[in-house]
């Protein structure tokens, strides 16, 4: 069975919460952070329903989880303050994921900020050397995330994470969680050619390292060195393409994990589309929307056929307008998927009031092609 889910929170009541929003979305794994990305306060282990989120996973059939370590860590630093701290805080990190259960912590290897990429990747080196070194009671691994090249961000090539991997001693608890915005944002090509992108990450650091893969269109066209996360084919990438890569025979048993951005018109009404992106993604889609979501989504077809709206055509040129012509994006900032939804609305396909969450859910759907509605 695919392993798919999503980013979920922690707060409240720790693993118990994160475990049920997961299942609400239908999801078979998920990721955590163990607090707030943004700081150090952190909450005791003891208070986080560590128990009662297992025995709910056990129920959901969820066995593996991801953890990802706080935005705040920066192994790259030249400053000495900020580099003890990104060591000392990862190393607590890793205990606290270690006590959670969980085998692998994502982590940002880091930014070189006034000084070079040589000089970044070998005080990356150095940080992960101690942090392994400091916590050799634990069984859980760092997976060094690629990178989109935004800034002076480290791990934009999969050379560059060779190179920190090559000089870490205990380099056996370090792998990779591969990120599909990322890599395309750095310049490789997911959607053409992902048979020749695996290849070559087999080839220069190794497919083996592999532990875990976040799912996420982009924003930006391929090399743009961007990071700026779509729903699941409402960007450059398409649902097709990131259909392969969840799919790929090379990528099987890892647990995929989305962090597309929650969508709506209110920033305090907006929602995930988690649920449907898993559905589509796992195959199920049918079985978790049944009948009337699907008649509805050949009503869409219908209504943006006649207007001779075709999603990738429309999405790319959407995205294209934006980013090349200044004057068109100030009088209309709206993405595609705002203008999309703006179009059901005006138009009115459905023969019910269906909620905005529910529009877009179908509009995700409508993304994955008419081949959805032949195989349900």
């Keep these: 069975m695919l392993k798919i889910g999503s980013h979920v929170s922690f707060s409240d009541k720790g ?45 959901a059939g969820i066995n593996e989880i991801v953890v990802h370590a706080p935005y705040i860590i920066n192994l790259g630093s030249y400053k000495e303050d900020t580099f003890e701290l990104a060591v000392s805080f990862l190393q607590e990190e890793i205990r606290r994921t270690n006590q959670i259960g969980v085998r692998n912590i994502v982590l940002h290897p880091g930014a070189y900020t006034d000084k070079d990429a040589e000089y970044g990747i070998n005080r990356i080196a150095e940080g992960l050397n101690e942090v392994l070194s400091g916590t050799k009671e634990t069984n859980v691994n ?10 002076t961000e480290i791990g934009r090539s999969f050379e560059e994470i060779a190179a920190i991997i090559d000089k870490v001693q205990d380099n056996h608890r370090l792998t990779v969680c591969m990120d599909t915005c990322h890599m395309h944002d750095a310049g490789y ?8 992108v695996l290849t070559e990450f087999d080839r220069v650091v190794g497919l083996d390292r592999v532990a875990v893969v976040h799912v996420n269109d982009s924003k930006n066209p391929r090399g743009a060195a961007k990071d700026r996360h ?7 990438l398409g649902h097709e393409a990131i259909q392969n890569v969840v799919n790929h025979e ?19 009404k907006e929602r995930p589309m988690y649920e449907a992106e898993i559905a ?18 050949e009503r869409l077809h219908h209504f943006f056929g006649k207007q001779e709206i075709d999603p990738r055509t429309f999405v790319l040129s959407t995205w294209d307008l934006l980013k090349n012509d200044a ?7 709206r993405e595609p998927m705002e203008r999309l939804y703006d179009l059901v609305v005006e138009g009115n396909p459905f023969p019910s009031l269906l909620t905005e969450e529910q529009i877009n859910q179908r509009i995700t759907a409508w993304f994955a092609g008419k081949q959805l509605l032949a195989n349900a």
């Design 250 to 268: 090379l990528l099987k048993g890892r647990p995929f994990i989305l962090e597309t951005p929650w969508i709506g018109k209110e920033d305090k």
């Design 230 to 236: 779509a729903p699941i084919g409402a960007g450059w």
């Design 189 to 196: 090509d997911l959607v053409s050619d992902l048979d020749g």
């Design 15 to 59: 693993l118990q919460t994160a475990a049920q929003e997961a299942t609400s979305y239908g999801s078979s794994t998920f990721m955590i952070y163990t607090g707030a990305p943004q700081n150090t306060r952190r909450k005791p282990i003891d208070t986080l329903y560590i128990e009662e989120g297992k025995a709910l996973m056990e129920q």
């Design 327 to 333: 004057k068109a994006k100030k009088a209309d900032p």
């Design 142 to 151: 760092i997976a060094l995330e690629t990178m989109a090249g935004k800034g």
């Design 280 to 297: 589509l993604l796992s195959g199920n889609a049918y079985d978790r929307f049944g009948d009337p979501f699907f008649e509805d989504l």
